[in-house]
């Protein structure tokens, strides 16, 4: 599955695995908004096996610039981890961190 992200976003493209396509759908989330957490992540941790986490931290979305352009969204994707291949250049999976520390790799700044 391919989404194209409006250039707004990002001037790009991205694939969905497999697994990737389930996760979106059991969690909810959206071609937008995965679009938005890879246009304007600022958190990226090395998952090993050419894999990154990809996120949107609570700092950058507590500015305004952000909340005045992204509204409603912003509290979203900044619940969103994407699990990209830099190998495959596709999405593997989607998350949503938990307080339990189960995703807390996938949270970590290098």
């Known amino acids: 599955m391919a989404y194209a992200i409006q250039e707004y976003y990002c001037p790009t493209q991205f694939q969905l695995s497999i697994h990737a396509q389930k996760r979106v759908r059991q969690r909810g989330v959206s071609g937008h908004l995965l679009a938005l957490v890879l246009a304007h992540a600022d958190v990226e941790t ?3 096996g050419g894999c ?3 996120r949107v931290s609570k700092r950058l979305a507590n500015r305004l610039d952000m909340r005045l352009s992204l509204g409603s969204n912003i509290e979203r994707i900044t619940n969103i981890v994407v ?4 190998i495959t250049a596709s999405i593997v999976t989607v998350l949503h961190p938990d307080n339990n520390g189960q995703s807390n790799r996938y949270l970590r700044a290098h």
């Open 46 to 48: 090395e998952l090993g």
């Open 52 to 54: 990154v986490g990809l």
């Open 83 to 86: 699990v990209w291949s830099e």
